[in-house]
């Protein structure tokens, strides 16, 4: 299916520098294995990076670099971790474990991945049943979600497998899943959301997130 929503150009920018957290760049790969448009921006964007450094001057290296390098051959070498994704789950999950599935309310179902740590995003897979409503809320940072089953919609549209949307500090929005199958999303998020009814706060710490 050809994705129609897509992470912006500054979005894919920083994931091709690597400078996005670790769960946005999850979400970012899910996204980019089916999306032929997006991994050629990347590619073109990596090829830009890397002009630039060629074009950059060297610089001396640091008293005993050298050193540390040449230690390090003798190290022995990691042993490799080969975990598969969990069945029905994206390529981009492998090496990950999905926690279990919680359910604050009923119809909605939320499992971490990677949980927030200081300065750094989490990491969810997050259930929403068909014709179920998310709480309206807004965010503490950089949202990314990328739709693996089902679809969802909002007020910039809907929402399907291979799409994936992308909501900042200054966004506000109420997903709703669309009838038919489970919507199933794979989403990272900076900082806490914003929720705008109290009961929802009073939930909150039941979502996690």
Sequence with gaps: ??????????????????????????????????????????????????????????????????AA??????????VPVHLAPPPGMPASLAGYRIGPMRRPVRGLGIATILPPASRRAGLYLLEVAPGMSMPAHGHGGLELTAILRGAF?????????????ETGEADDHTPVALAGETCVCLFSVSGKLRFQ????????????I
């Design 197 to 208: 009814s109290w009961l929802a706060r009073l939930v909150q710490p039941l979502f996690g």
């Design 69 to 78: 390098c040449l230690a390090r051959l003798d190290a022995p070498a990691p």
């Design 1 to 66: 299916m050809t994705a129609r929503h897509h992470p912006s150009d500054e979005t894919l920018l920083f994931h091709a520098s690597g400078n996005l957290d670790e769960a946005h760049r999850v979400v970012i790969a899910t996204h980019l294995a089916g999306c032929p448009a997006c991994r050629a921006a990347v590619r073109l964007a990596e090829c830009v990076g890397g002009d630039v450094l060629d074009r950059l001057e060297g610089t001396e290296l640091a008293a005993g670099a050298l």
């Design 153 to 165: 919609e909002d007020a910039e549209g809907v929402y399907r497998p291979g799409d994936l949307a």
